[in-house]
């Protein structure tokens, strides 16, 4: 008889109730082979990340972040059970470059939300761990008293891949923490390069954080991030440093009278805070609130999910036709000759394609 305790069991479950979860053997088919095979349980699964199990629900993340052919079904099949009860909270992604206080920000936003009855779950897209082994976000102790807090839950950036990968993985792992009841989702990277871009195709709110320079605020920040964000949030508005806050609060607001808001019907805007004594947070949540209600009422806020989804489908495609044309053994064969011809110069580019399509 099994004698390991249940990893977890439901509100008044008898002694009877076992869950020795996630992993189930079976046979395989073949006569004369006794081996067995490990297979996921998948009810199990459904139903731990459902009852919020934070054992089951690293795993289930742990599953999806998977490149492993084998557990991309299960992943899939997972999924598609929880998708129904997805979808509800608000996701909110936070850019902004090191040093800028994203996690001091995170530790006290989270804390605050919590103390507004809200779960609050974080997830990292970390580029840096996407081209080498070094992170940006990983390595500090960070968000202590937030991590600790069982109504938060924090996951590091999936630490191989490419964006592409990892932002499918983070977008995944977002429907599995809305399943499992959370009610903020924060979706934090470093302001480098493609990410940003990539947050902001699966939030609905993009809050991009500042501190304040020499004065030179406005040129040090490209037009075309502004143009993502829903909120700047001038951070370390705090001791000496505050005047000079309040300077670029004002500075930001008016510039982004110029630039096209992020949002349709939102006119984007720049607040002050300080993670370090707290101030501002609370109008900084009543701010994504009010945003949330207007997106809301407008249809806007529906809207961009669906276009969301749609978008994403298209990447997905493009990125199995790619991956299948590179796998096929006729490419594979082609393509080095033709990579050298083209280099070379001895053939038109346009031309070495062509070939590359003939039969
Ligand atoms: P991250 O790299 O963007 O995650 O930034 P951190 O949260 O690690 O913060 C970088 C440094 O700025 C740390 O030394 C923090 O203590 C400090 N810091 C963060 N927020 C504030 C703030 O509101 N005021 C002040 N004065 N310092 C802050």
Redesign the pocket.
């Known amino acids: 008889m099994d004698k390991r305790k249940p990893e977890w069991t439901p509100n008044g479950a008898g002694e009877a109730f076992a869950s020795s979860v996630v992993f189930k053997r079976e046979s395989t088919a073949q006569p004369g082979k006794a081996h067995a095979r490990k297979i996921w349980d998948l009810d199990a699964l459904e139903a731990g990340v459902k009852a919020d199990n934070r054992t089951i629900l690293s795993r289930a993340i742990t599953l999806v972040e998977s490149n492993s052919p084998k557990h991309f079904e299960v992943a899939q099949e997972l999924l598609k059970r929880l998708l129904p009860v997805s979808g509800k909270s608000i996701r909110i992604g936070i850019t902004?470059?090191?040093?800028?206080?994203?996690?001091?920000?995170i530790?006290r936003f989270g804390m605050y939300l919590i103390e507004q009855g809200k779960k609050v779950a974080v997830l990292a897209i970390d580029p840096s761990s996407s081209l080498s082994k070094g992170s940006?976000?990983g390595d500090?102790t960070?968000m202590e008293e937030l991590s600790r807090h069982p109504s938060s839950f924090i996951r590091p950036s999936p630490s191989s891949g490419i964006l592409g990968g990892v932002a499918r993985k983070t977008r995944e792992s977002i429907v599995i923490c809305e399943a499992a009841g959370f009610d903020v989702i924060l979706i934090e990277t470093?302001g480098v390069g493609q990410s940003e871009i990539t947050v902001r195709s699966m939030v609905d709110f993009f809050l991009l954080?500042q501190i304040t320079g020499a004065g030179d605020e406005l040129q040090g920040i490209k037009k075309g991030i502004m143009e993502l964000a829903d909120l700047i949030v001038v951070?370390?508005?705090?001791?000496d440093?505050l005047p000079r806050a309040k300077v670029a609060e004002r500075e930001f607001n008016n510039a982004l009278h110029y630039i096209r808001n992020a949002t349709k019907g939102w006119q984007t805007k720049a607040q002050i805070?300080?993670?370090?004594?707290g101030a501002g947070i609370d109008a900084i949540w009543r701010t994504i609130t009010e945003f949330c209600e207007k997106t809301g009422d407008s249809g806007v806020f529906e809207q961009r999910r669906l276009s969301q989804t749609a978008a994403w489908f298209e990447d997905l495609i493009s990125e199995a036709v790619l991956s299948r044309f590179f796998q096929s053994p006729q490419i594979k064969v082609k393509l080095p000759e033709l990579r050298e011809q083209v280099a070379k110069g001895k053939i038109p580019v346009a031309y070495a394609v062509s070939i590359l399509f003939d039969d």
């Open positions: 902004g470059v090191p040093g800028v206080g994203k996690s001091s920000f530790e940006i976000l500090k960070r470093v954080m951070n370390k508005a705090d001791g440093n805070c300080s993670a370090r004594t």
